[in-house]
């Protein structure tokens, strides 16, 4: 992937157009690079596609175990799926 294009998808998403982030990011041949994962899991994550983002953030870990965005992501979306309020099942 090219760094404009690794650029210009962080610039979308920066500026919540992530719609036009993943029709661009969806046009790129798939790659096993720490930028395409992470931007893959970022773009998952803006559609609260929660596995679609911890699997792309696992390889990511995968690939460079010592990356401090994509642990804080994992962490971010596993305390949103933990998430329990009883309260949401009374009536």
Request: charged share 25%; proline share 4%; hydrophobic share 40%.
């Amino acid at each position: 992937m090219k760094d404009e294009t690794i650029k210009h998808l962080y610039l979308l998403l920066n500026n919540e157009k992530a719609l036009e982030a993943k029709e661009l990011f969806n046009s790129i041949p798939d790659e096993d690079t720490l930028d395409y994962h992470l931007l893959q899991g970022k773009i998952a994550q803006k559609f609260q596609q929660w596995s679609g983002a911890l699997n792309a953030y696992h390889r990511v870990l995968d690939l460079d175990p010592n990356n401090v965005e994509a642990e804080n992501n994992m962490r971010l979306i596993q305390n949103i799926l933990n998430f329990w309020n009883p309260e949401m099942f009374n009536p």
